[in-house]
């Protein structure tokens, strides 16, 4: 089983860019499915993003679409998160997750400790 570390998260005004890192431990990193999530202040964990295993498939919620981008490097055991055009409610903590089936599918297997991003306006 993988072990996950999220880096890159920060303060960024509203209107900026942020790129979000998830490093995996372990050597089955390219057979997990990938995907990020987030949690808001008094609100439920939300799907945000999600990536094959062997990258060429990404799904994202709507309400990300067109601005971040999910991408993988298998050789560098790592996922990431470009956020760009940031929105103040996209302040959050984001939770990289694994799992061997689906991302999306069912709960995850695997959850990073989570990346606090918190957009200004």
């Known amino acids: 089983q993988v072990q996950l570390v999220e880096s890159g998260g920060g303060l960024v005004q509203a209107g900026g860019s942020l790129r979000l890192s998830c490093a995996a431990s372990?050597?089955?990193?390219?057979?997990?499915?990938m995907g990020w999530f987030r949690q808001a202040p008094g609100k439920e964990r939300e799907f945000v993003a999600t990536?094959?295993?062997?990258?060429?498939?990404?799904y994202y919620a709507d309400s990300v679409k067109g601005r971040f981008t999910i991408s993988r490097d298998n050789a560098k055991n790592t996922v990431y998160l470009q956020m760009n055009s940031l929105k103040p409610e996209d302040t959050a903590v984001y939770y990289c997750?694994?799992?061997?089936?689906?991302?999306?599918?069912?709960?995850?297997?695997?959850w990073g400790q989570g990346a606090q991003v918190t957009v200004s306006s």
């Open positions: 990536i094959s295993w062997g990258g060429g498939g990404t």
């Open positions: 372990g050597r089955t990193f390219s057979s997990y499915a």
């Open positions: 997750a694994a799992d061997q089936v689906s991302v999306v599918r069912r709960v995850p297997s695997t």
